[in-house]
């Protein structure tokens, strides 16, 4: 058997991917722009969702 994580195999590291690394920024500068919203980016669906957020007592 063969493969990286066949025991006894060295560790090494892998490249992380970052999908969609533009939209989950925008999505990031919209939370930024209007606090009162939390904005999110859905790799799954490829969407932009925005719940309102606020500060409570």
Not at 3 to 29: F, I, K, M, N, T
Request: glycine share 8%.
């Amino acid at each position: 058997m063969t493969g990286r994580h066949r025991e006894g195999q060295p560790y090494s590291l892998v490249y992380r991917r970052v999908w969609d690394g533009p939209a989950r920024a925008e999505a990031e500068r919209l939370s930024q722009v209007w606090p009162e919203w939390t904005v999110f980016y859905s790799l799954g669906k490829r969407s932009f969702y925005a719940v309102a957020s606020w500060d409570s007592p």
